[in-house]
């Protein structure tokens, strides 16, 4: 079943919730032109299909390997990179001065979310790449910029994000990579990084690794660490001392290297500061955020995908007669209830993570545009997106290959892949507990809680036409209050559920505001009518119950010893 | 990190909840003494842990491979099976006259429950060939019962169930292969089956499977089909015309033999019939009742065991300072809030779901000692067991490879095929859709209501004491009145969400009874009454939220037409 982009959905979510016209309207992305943004919407959704889609079976079977000669990607990967290239796909969200497109970060990623849902371990090396060139044009000097960016622009040379190592995963201030100054300015780094995704490969002449190390007699933690650009080549040509040792077998995701990275083995590893020592990790939060939506758009993707599959499967497996029906001739499973429940809901958790995920992107637009309230509204948001946005993507690829029934359990239908490749989401980039821990921590108090208490009321002012959601809004106000004045450890207690709540409500809210502006005739209005109201009627409602584990707080969790847990 | 089976756990719930004094004190079943409970449970725990658990890991990498010699097991397994066999773990529950125990099939549960912990793929075997004896020790002659039975009470020979065609999946009505009645009595069969677990081996030296087919000019669905006895080995010794000519390529359960059967290509396939001409089904439904029930507690296997990783993971992963400690040391993550709310998730589903399988397995044996009203209960409670256990098995190996983090999502921990091998449970042996549509379309009305009136009423008073309960007690009563008048598709719209909140409210009753009995010191009571209020606190709350998709109605599925799900 091929992957058919969803242009019609993105166009009215970028419409009614991002306000594109809105932010089209600043100079800054006065590229974004109604024909503009058509032609990209078409012609990305073009590509998608033509060029990634096709590969990611095939792509999940081969796998990507090590050889003596490095990394292979899966047959037909150079060949589509290089199409993308071509094709201007990866440079559009880019800043103009550096050879990019200066468009909207919001429409770039509706371009990525078709990527992801083509081919998910495909489109990581151009969204980890992306993140590359934002760190680079917003802390890199005019020189590094000039020397890195023009290719990491168009995608002739990719870029990765260098944080993991065996000590130091969720907690990035225990690293241990080093960087020596050296009597040129420049670092000698050392240390061996884990995950590192499309850390080594043959797509293209050039890799510039961003890696995350610690200089001598830096402080603990992670205000000792400083960032570096160090590439595979130098700009000399010469190669640096960076090899990768392994690839992870991991559980999808499988044309994506997943590698093991050894930098400064033999004490010749290369690398430039980017801002200063101890500058760090602020200039790789400012790539994670980002980063963040985009992992947070990959449930999207992979829900859209499902989505898809478990449609065209439904309505060509024909399947016993419905029951009570006078005729007993078997039907499509899509006519079954319980079968058309799951596609329903399929439909609405996709389309309410996609309005949620492109409303905070829309945000990250905002901000740079200059709107008010912008930055810290997208901040608020980002661990709503992400966490939500890839449990939504788990949900869903399970609903799909339950749609599939035994079919799904085999591996040649694809739901079992998406099934698979969903699974990393709600891991990497911060897994969906540090999501949890940081919007209880850091984000509920943003601007005194002012940013926390405009999203609040907006959802309690759209549950006023849309009564479903009043109950939620009750609920997660009530339980707002009672966070704030909670102890750190209650707060964490109850943060995934408390995240889970707020996410529903901000979810239903735009659901809501989507029912208001479809109206008019035809399949697409007439099935965003019916997701948003089954969003609002069924998926809403589950939410309140999740209270009951916000205000139960931590003491019950540590009331047995860590001991008991093997009793 | 080995599989350590939970025997104290098990006592606990065979004491407590199945009420197992009560049903040894039946004359059938008076071999189960509390010695040799105890000895069954301590040995069959030794057994799983030692021989079982170890291939697990390996079983899944070299996966069953089909060769010009046959279906081939991974290394180990050969061996493993003569041990089990030579152990007499096969024949706990089969009945004393046909070399088995005799022992209740609850405590049998228990065993199995050890070997799906410790090797899900491999325990398909044994669970298979426990419904084929029971379909013959129920319907076969006293000739087939001597020809059949004693070795496959042993395990000298495994059995299947032959239900599945291409066109055949859900509606088994549908089915075509043929079976045509030969002058000496017995049959020629012709057909091709998919799906048949363990359909081909090399474990043993014959396979007896058990084959559904429809006899010339039967009757069209169900009713017109037969089963038929159709051994690899005929009983002179002759190999019969049945061969398997593929294996499915599954997202898990790698090292069983997933075959494509196809009987009597040569015209030479001999099959005997098992009662009348159509009679197959009932014959089948008495395997498939046993056998859900067995695909329920497959959850519960699979859950205890991602309990176990994750819970050794947690406990060796340092990361992070306790957040708000005055120590900054980083502490294992079990210490983190968030980790710890996973882990305790985990306990109090896998032990919801182990009360409520155990309860379901514990209404057949008294049914079979002739208690009265025994068989509804049973009736009713398997399709709670066999859709929720499942998707609980589900949800608590998805936490499990969370609790992991990046390391969950790489193959060598074990917590990634936990989450491959517990996927297939919700589809096999009856969709969860299934269970649900027979929840609400057959059992509701068990002795005119009376069956889930007396459930309710339990719930009901175990409320009036748990007081969480007492909502969603409300709520599933409501919902089983408003179901009681509703149209067949509404019932069926509602199915699944009404399911699972009455699974939930009898989890959460167990788990009350539970709470009531776990006085006492010691980490196993200081964890049971920690888990029993996490369900009751925590879970059960989130399930009357479930209550607005079964009052919401058929009619606003079928608002869109079925072309509109592609737009």
Known sequence: MPYVAPVAEQRFVLDHIAGLAEIAAHERFAAA?????????????????????????????????????????????????????????????????????????VLAAAVQEDLGSANLAFSLCPMLSTGAVEALARHGTAEQQAAWLPK????????????????????????????????????????????????????VD???????????????????ISLFIVPRFNADGAANDAYCSALEHKLGIHASPTCVMHYGE?????????GG??????????????????????????????TQAAVDYAQSRIQSARAGAASREPVAIIG??????????????????????YFAASQV??????????????????????????????????????????????????AAQYFRDARIAPIYEGTNGIQAADLVTRKLGLEEGATLDRLLAEIAAAAAVAPPLAMLAEAVAKDARWLHGASIDDRLAASYPFLTMLAVATAGMLMARQLSAADGEGPFLAMKRAACRFFLDRIVPEAPGLSAQVSAGAAPLYAVDDEAFRA
């Open 33 to 105: 032109s109604p024909d503009t943004v058509e032609a990209i919407l078409v012609g990305a959704g073009e590509f998608a299909e033509g060029v990634f889609a096709p590969l990611n079976l095939p792509g999940d079977r081969a796998g990507a390997t090590l050889t003596a000669e490095g990394v292979v990607t899966p047959p037909g990967f150079r060949e589509a990179w290089r199409a993308y290239v071509e094709g201007g796909w990866n440079s559009l969200a880019a800043p103009a001065e550096h050879g990019g497109m200066g468009l909207p970060f």
């Open 152 to 203: 990491l622009v168009t995608g002739e040379w990719t870029g990765t994000m260098n944080l993991t190592e065996p000590q130091a995963g969720s907690d990035v201030g225990a690293l241990r990579s080093t960087a020596t100054r050296l009597p040129d300015g420049r670092y000698a780094i050392s240390g061996t990084k884990i995950f590192i995704t499309w850390g080594e490969h043959d797509l």
């Open 206 to 224: 050039n890799i510039v690794h961003l890696v995350l190390a610690r200089t001598p007699g830096a402080a603990a933690g992670t205000r000792g």
């Open 266 to 274: 033999q004490g010749a590893c290369i690398g430039e500061i980017i």
């Open 277 to 306: 020592e101890g500058e760090g990790m602020r200039a790789m939060f400012t790539m994670m955020n980002v980063a963040r939506l985009n992992v947070g758009l990959q449930g999207v993707s992979i829900a859209e995908r499902a």
């Open 336 to 357: 079954h209830p319980d079968v058309r429940r799951m596609l329903l809901r399929m439909k609405a958790l996709t389309q309410g993570a996609r309005a949620l995920v």
């Open 365 to 414: 637009d905002r901000a740079a545009a200059g709107e008010a309230g912008a930055k810290a509204r997208a901040d608020l948001l980002t661990p709503l997106a992400k966490a939500w946005g890839t449990d939504i993507g788990c949900e869903v690829a399970s609903l799909g290959l339950q749609v599939h029934g035994g079919a799904g359990y085999i591996e040649e239908t694809g």
